[in-house]
């Protein structure tokens, strides 16, 4: 069972990113169980309150729909190594992966399937990573 966090305000975006777990969790044979935001206030009231291992894999967008930011995360708390920014900011993504973040992909709108694609990409590896040292 893996838990990921989708902090993400466009819906569409959203969509793409479940069709593409829909398919990993095929591919894993194991579940996985999406807890998603819009609204960085929520981050701040629920996320940041929660055990730091409630998540496996966080999905860090930038901006949210209610003008706040879900950079508001405790991303120090959490684990950068279970982080993958996806702004549409490229400048935001690289400062992310400078504070050591596992790993960036620069949102892009109108391709939107690759996008998702290479969110799960990393995804995967960090989760492939993490079971790799539960391991040893």
Same mark, same amino acid.
């Not at 508001?72 to 279970?82: A, P, Y």
């Not at 992909?105 to 399937?113: F, I, P, R, T, Y």
């Given at each position: 069972m893996k838990h990921i966090l989708i902090l993400e305000d466009l819906l569409e975006v959203q969509a793409a990113l479940i069709k593409e777990l829909a398919k990993l969790e095929e591919k894993l044979a194991e579940d996985i169980f999406i807890t998603s935001y819009s609204n960085s206030s929520d981050v701040e009231k629920i996320v940041n309150q929660q055990p730091i291992d409630s998540y496996d894999v966080i999905i860090l967008d930038r901006n949210a729909k209610d +003008? +706040?930011?879900?950079?508001?995360?405790?991303?120090?708390?959490? +684990?950068?190594?279970?982080?993958?920014?996806?702004?549409?900011?490229?400048?935001?993504?690289?400062?992310?992966?400078?504070?050591?973040?596992? +790993?960036?992909?620069?949102?892009?709108?109108?391709?939107? %399937? %690759?996008?998702?694609? %290479?969110?799960?990409d990393k995804l995967e590896k960090i989760l492939a990573e993490s079971k790799s040292l539960r391991a040893r």
């Open positions: +003008g +706040g930011t879900f950079h508001i995360l405790d991303i120090n708390r959490f +684990g950068l190594d279970k982080i993958i920014s996806t702004s549409s900011m490229p400048s935001i993504n690289k400062q992310l992966l400078k504070q050591g973040v596992a +790993g960036a992909v620069d949102k892009d709108l109108n391709h939107l %399937e %690759e996008f998702a694609s %290479e969110v799960i």
